[in-house]
């Protein structure tokens, strides 16, 4: 080891140079953090001499003064570590700052100053490392954005109900039963349904009986009434429609309804309803407890009116919405968008991979209705991906002001705030993002490579082979082969050109390093200057064809 030597009752022999780790100084997660080892060697410490190490670093526009550390000869008086003048000892320091971005062009020194006989004389004052280097913080913007569901329905099920009432023991169909009479009405809209000859899906029939009857009996009355159900209302489809497809009639005879009396009963007004429902509930078998409801029908005649409701049987006829077909609704969105619906139109986004017309479409569905977060959120979505972040922000304030909490807008806020470099924030909205379910495992290893998890934010962007996000994750874990991989089969760019530049770099691949610096440039010409000031390229500085690219 080299030493500067200077007398003072003896020889003071320290570190020249001193032996910085990383130097150049590195950036991790906004902490920069360095150790310096060395050795004081025998005889290289006078016994009373005090000394004060003070590094400190240098950059325009300040000063940052780092922890001081004393040292002392063995029969000095003061504060200090001990240096024994026989055997000499070894010098460690280590400290950590606080990253500021202009601290990027800056130098790293160290002041020494003699404290002997309260005499303060200084010794040396050297630069002792450069700095910094912030290849960890060049995110890229490879955030996923979130889009909400266009809640469009490609197949929609309408139904519509009516009921059939039967004399009681009877399931022949008598449209003068008063039952009957008084739901016209909905059976008029039953047919009216049918009439408006939409493609039937299907139609169910539930058929039941009154539970006070014999169980067999009330089996195949279910049974009979079923299939009169199936008759009436395949007449009636035959008489109201002309849609000729083939549908199913699905008959359920379901028995006594024995459930729906017990529900009709406790819903009633009768005083003893207590009483009646013990009294049922307690008997033994199934025939004795349809015994005590017939006798319930003789002492209260409202037992009487609620059996009567339950001679009955459900038709239910469910039709297919007629749709656009998806070709139709594609070139409406365009051409007339003003005639689709804001599900069909936030549904005919999908249909197409140009972000301009997706905008364009969900730019109608606010016109269409400016109440609708999901248009409002989408919009703002493909606008991040276009980089118009003024756009996507005003977007998602209104989405957010209409339907606080949805996680797709959370998801968009959370990337805009990372973008913005407001990390905490961003961490916020992703963390009610995922609360919605929203995924955010790759926007949140921006967060982890940012702050130096560099292990979680390879972890974060695994999901996606070859993305630059993971070879700089990879890289700033020292994996250069790894991240060489990635880079080689990513889609170039000049962020792509530049990272694989740092690596012939570091590799000491010159080639490497000043062909991908010249791609770099010549995609984005700001890296001319960003290349003069980063110390990745401190070895390339003597180069005549590095220098040539970046002046």
């Known amino acids: 080891m080299l030493a500067f030597i200077v007398a003072s009752c003896g020889s003071l022999k320290l570190p020249s140079p001193y032996h910085v780790t990383p130097s150049p100084l590195v950036n991790k997660g906004g902490k920069v953090t360095f150790t310096i080892n060395d050795t004081i060697p025998p005889k290289g410490f006078p016994t009373k001499e005090i000394v004060k190490l003070e590094p400190y670093l240098k950059y325009e526009g300040g000063t940052l003064a780092l922890k001081p550390m004393m040292l002392k000869g063995e029969k000095a008086e003061g504060e200090g570590t001990v240096v024994s003048a026989k055997e000499g000892a070894p010098l460690t320091y280590t400290d950590v700052f606080d990253y500021k971005p202009e601290m990027k062009v800056s130098e790293l020194w160290m002041k020494v100053t003699s404290l002997k006989g309260g005499k303060e004389t200084p010794i040396a004052d050297v630069k002792i490392a450069d700095g910094i280097i912030v290849t960890s913080s060049r995110v890229g913007k490879g955030e996923d954005v979130a889009v909400a569901d266009h809640m469009y329905e490609k197949e929609t099920i309408i139904s519509t109900n009516a009921k059939l009432y039967f004399d009681y023991n009877k399931s022949n169909l008598n449209k003068g039963l008063k039952l009957n009479k008084d739901s016209k009405k909905e059976m008029d809209s039953l047919k009216q349904f049918i009439a408006l000859n939409w493609k039937i899906k299907d139609v169910t029939v539930n058929a039941w009986a009154s539970p006070e009857g014999e169980l067999s009996l009330n089996q195949e009355l279910s049974d009979d009434r079923g299939a009169t159900a199936k008759k009436f209302i395949e007449k009636e489809i035959k008489r109201n429609s002309s849609n000729k497809d083939e549908y199913s009639v699905n008959v359920a005879a379901k028995g006594a309804d024995y459930d729906g009396f017990m529900n009709a009963l406790n819903a009633s007004d009768i005083a003893d309803k207590n009483k009646i429902s013990n009294v049922i509930k307690s008997q033994v078998n199934k025939t004795e407890r349809e015994q005590q409801i017939r006798n319930m029908t003789v002492i209260y005649k409202e037992i009487e009116d609620m059996l009567s ?243």
Request: glycine content about 6%.
């Open 309 to 551: 409701v339950l001679r009955r049987a459900e038709i239910s006829v469910n039709c297919y919405q007629p749709k656009r077909t998806d070709e139709e609704i594609a070139r409406l969105s365009t051409s007339s968008p003003d005639s689709l619906t804001v599900k069909e139109l936030l549904y005919s986004a999908t249909m197409t991979e140009d972000l301009n017309t997706k905008l364009s479409i969900y730019k109608s569905a606010i016109t269409k209705n400016d109440k609708c977060w999901r248009a409002y959120n989408n919009a703002a979505a493909i606008d991040i991906q276009q980089g118009n972040v003024d756009e996507a922000s005003q977007y998602l304030e209104k989405a957010n002001a209409i339907k606080a909490g949805q996680g797709s807008v959370e998801n968009n806020m959370g990337i805009l705030a990372a973008w913005n470099k407001d990390y905490e924030a961003a961490t916020k909205h992703y963390d009610a993002a995922a609360a919605a379910g929203v995924n955010v495992t790759y926007n949140m290893g921006v967060v982890k490579m940012v702050n130096g998890d560099y292990d979680g934010a390879e972890a974060a962007f695994s999901s996606k082979k070859c993305d630059y996000n993971l070879a700089l994750a990879q890289l700033s874990k020292g994996n250069t082969s790894e991240a060489t991989k990635t880079l080689d089969c990513a889609e170039k760019s000049g962020e792509v050109f530049y990272l694989l530049a740092v690596i012939g770099a570091r590799t000491n691949n010159t080639t490497m390093a000043i062909d991908n610096l010249k791609k770099a440039i010549d995609a984005v010409p700001g890296y001319k200057k960003e290349a003069q000031t980063d110390m990745e390229f401190a070895n390339l500085k003597s180069n005549g064809d590095f220098n040539a690219l970046v002046k």
